[in-house]
């Protein structure tokens, strides 16, 4: 069964320094892959997400990620993170090779320090 | 929110009654969805619509129901509420994944206390 793994529960990075938030999937082909953020008592916001084509991608917010196929990966950065960003993420997966039916990760939850 | 409103956004309710949920949108996406999303577990797909009256189970669909009679509203219904149905539960509504818009907008989510 597919799966997503967000291995940080919590990280904490100080406002200007780079941030690196990592998922990893488990699914045979290409995966549509997704990351969301969720501000405190609030829903969750697309990020960004990847299908197909170039594997860096660029999202809202200053956010990208790369989709690294060899390590299952889709790692997100920013390279200099404002307090605003203090938020949970999470990374998600299609399931099977739907776009819409999506399988969550457990989510990181960021800690700014001022 | 993306015309996303979810109703009540608080309930609690006892073990063994019936509670339910609507999510109302103004957008007229052909897609709605059903999340719970429980500390530890990110997000768990409930059920979904792709249409009305067009509905299917997701990850976690025991002792949910869901109606669609049509296109704005998308009704979850606990049919006797259990104490690990205590959850935040969003609405999320989308384009169909052909028209190459697969982004999920998410409602504001319901708070559910089971006692």
């Known amino acids: 069964a597919q799966s997503v793994t967000q291995p940080d529960i919590h990280i904490t990075v100080s406002e200007g320094a780079s941030l690196e938030l990592r998922c990893n999937y488990s699914?045979?082909?290409?995966?549509?892959l997704f990351w969301y953020v969720q501000s405190p008592g609030q829903g969750l916001q697309l990020l960004l997400k990847?299908?197909?084509?170039?594997?860096l991608v660029q999202g809202i917010k200053g956010f990208e990620a790369e989709f690294k196929r060899s390590q299952s990966s889709f790692n997100l950065r920013k390279p200099s993170v404002h307090w605003s960003d203090a938020a949970e993420y999470f990374c998600a997966v299609g399931a099977g090779d739907s776009s819409y039916k999506l399988i969550f990760g457990s989510g990181t939850r960021l800690l700014v320090r001022p | 929110d993306a015309g996303i409103t979810q109703s009540p956004r608080h309930k609690v309710t006892e073990t063994g009654t019936p509670v339910t949920l609507r999510c109302h949108q103004t957008?007229?996406?052909?897609?709605m969805y059903w999340y719970r999303q429980d500390p530890g577990h990110g997000l768990r797909l409930i059920h979904y619509?792709?249409?009305?009256?067009?509905?299917d189970k997701g990850e976690v669909s025991d002792g949910y129901s869901v109606s669609r009679s049509k296109t704005e509203d998308f009704l979850l219904t606990l049919e006797s509420a259990t104490s690990s149905q205590t959850s935040v539960y969003f609405c999320?509504?989308?384009?169909?994944?052909?028209?190459?818009?697969?982004?999920?907008?998410f409602g504001p989510g319901t708070r559910l206390t089971v006692l």
């Open positions: 699914y045979g082909a290409t995966p549509y």
């Open positions: 957008e007229n996406h052909r897609y």
């Open positions: 990847y299908f197909s084509g170039d594997t």
């Open positions: 619509s792709y249409g009305v009256k067009d509905t």
């Open positions: 999320a509504i989308s384009d169909p994944p052909w028209a190459g818009q697969d982004t999920q907008y």
